[in-house]
Each structure stands twice: as structure tokens, then as C-alpha cells.
């Protein structure tokens, strides 16, 4: 019992140290200001999508995985250098949707690609809608809808549901 309360700082610290990382994609360190977006690349590889802007800047796009719970917005100056690397899966990047507004293109590059395999067309409705599982506020497993107006593509609605498992219909912990 002794060494295990002599090892408990230790242990404690190296988690922490070790949770540091996660801030960025696989945790490897990319820091705004010192990396290049080709530095991005080499440790990223190639983003599922990539929009140069008018001034020369860029953003990329780089979704965790088909169940992943997180996207990676990267951003870029003209020049190549590395300006914010964020996860896009939240309820503040969320609230920026705008119903009415927004359309799919710029639902793509504020959230990155739905899950694949989970946009569905509801003919009936007009309607198409792109999910994107993440993890909410409250630590929980969670998918967002965009609904979208078949026809026009502009946004008509923005909702949120808890992923919902096993007899008792329980939301997964998860970790962000």
C-alpha cells in the first residue's frame, strides 16, 4: 500500500503529460505559428478535403475515421504556415449552422464530411440529411443531423440526439 501512495503522484503525472498531446490529431504536436501545412501532410497525410481561399490561405479537413468522434479543421496562412488546428465536432461549432443560410458547402467546411453511410435522402420530405457522431458536452456518445432542402440545399433544420445502446437505452461515455 505504501509504494502504491508513492506511485500515485507518478502515475498522475505521467497521465496528464501523456493527455497533453490529444489536443491535436494523433497527438503529435502541431503547433500554430512553428508548423507548415506540408508538416500537416507528412504527419497527417492527405486531408478527405482540402478549399483554397481567395487570399491563398487554406483549409483542410481531416475526419477521424468513419466511427470517429472528432474532425480536424486545419488552417493555413498563404504562405504555408500552420494558423489553427481545431476539432469541429462541438456544440459551438454547431450553433454556427445557420438554417435558411448555410448550405452544403459551407456545412462541409465548418464540420468536414457526415458519416459515411449515414446520409440518407427522405423523398417523401425533400429532404436530405448528413450525421455526424461526436461527443457532447456531457461526455456522451451523440450524433448531429443537418437537414437539408432537397432541392435548394440550404439548411432547414440542425438537431442532436444521444447514441442510445443495450435494454436500457444508454448513451455511451466518451472521451473529447
Known amino acids: 500500500m505504501s509504494a502504491l501512495r508513492h506511485l500515485s ?14 489536443g491535436t490529431p494523433g497527438g503529435f504536436g502541431l503547433q500554430p505559428g512553428v508548423h507548415s501545412l506540408a508538416e500537416v501532410e507528412a504527419r497527417l497525410g492527405p486531408p478527405s478535403l482540402r478549399w483554397r481561399n481567395a487570399d491563398g490561405s ?7 475515421g468513419p466511427a470517429g468522434l472528432q474532425t480536424w479543421m486545419v488552417h493555413g496562412d498563404p504562405s504555408g504556415r500552420l494558423l489553427r488546428l481545431e476539432n469541429v465536432l462541438d456544440s459551438s461549432h454547431f450553433s454556427l449552422i445557420r438554417p435558411g ?12 464530411p457526415p458519416a459515411p453511410g449515414y446520409s440518407v435522402l427522405y423523398e417523401a420530405r425533400n429532404e436530405l ?13 451523440a450524433r448531429l443531423d443537418v437537414l437539408f432542402d432537397a432541392t435548394t440545399g440550404k439548411v432547414r433544420a440542425v438537431q442532436q440526439r444521444r447514441e442510445l445502446y443495450g435494454p436500457r437505452l444508454e448513451s455511451p461515455w466518451c472521451s473529447r
Not at 443560410?101 to 468536414?112: I, K, P, Q, T
Open 58 to 64: 487554406e483549409q483542410l479537413a481531416y475526419p477521424q
Open 101 to 112: 443560410e448555410d448550405d452544403h458547402e459551407s456545412v462541409l467546411r465548418r464540420l468536414g
Open 9 to 22: 503522484p507518478l502515475l498522475a503525472a505521467l497521465l496528464l503529460s501523456a493527455c497533453a498531446t490529444f
Open 129 to 141: 440529411a448528413w450525421e455526424w457522431r461526436f461527443c457532447d458536452d456531457w461526455s456522451r456518445l
